[in-house]
């Protein structure tokens, strides 16, 4: 595995994603089983890349679908399969995973940019997309978001921050001048017993990558493309701007 999984999405912020952040996937769960259930597939498996505290998995498995999924944090893998305990989750890249056959794959929260892989890029995510289009059954789907040109809102540097009592996240987001890479540098703040608070840094790169390249890459797969400004009519989770969804059907 080409991989740098230290710091990445640690105990901490893996729980404070799980208990704040989980919106996006659960909105694109939604999404999901209805595309599925309007192509007549009320049962299958379903492949979670980047599968997180497995949020998108557990609702999958509640409508009666089966759900193998890989993430590169060992921290967001142990709340999946506390999570979803009839799911198989794996700790590893994206790049790496075998695709089984599904009637769906998804790849929400932008996990198939982050460069804790080295090998992020559109190369890869063209290798990605390959393997995904040849597992998929017919009618099946490759839901996705990603971020593109223009995620740190027009600004070279953005800080955002959550207080939230018993937890604090402050982020300085920065994009690069020719809109291909987004750093966040992160600081987790976790109170303790005492009321004393116990610090965590990390630091994540995201590159990014324009709509219409990845509208191509996935129509060069035999996919029909659809590109989406959200997942559901609910834009609580959408990002402002600089970020899109893309859903790939299988003829």
Known sequence: MTSDAKGF???DQAWVHDTR???LATDAAAMVVARLHDAGMGRGHVTDLGCGSGILAA???NDGFTVTGV???PAMIELARRRVPSATFTVGSVHDMVIPPSVAVTATGEVLQYAADARAG???FADVARRV???LAPGGVFALDLSTPGRNLGHEVRHVFHDHGAWMLGMHASESADGTRLDRRIVVLMREDDG???RVDEHHTLVLFDVAAVAGI???TGLVVEVRSAYTRSTASTPEAGWAVFVGTKR
């Open 71 to 73: 993430d590169l944090s």
């Open 122 to 124: 559109l190369d890869a």
């Open 218 to 220: 996935l129509r060069n």
């Open 196 to 198: 004393r608070y116990r």
């Open 133 to 135: 289009a040849e597992a």
């Open 9 to 11: 999405y640690g105990s």
């Open 59 to 61: 609702q999958l498995v």
């Open 21 to 23: 952040f989980g919106d």
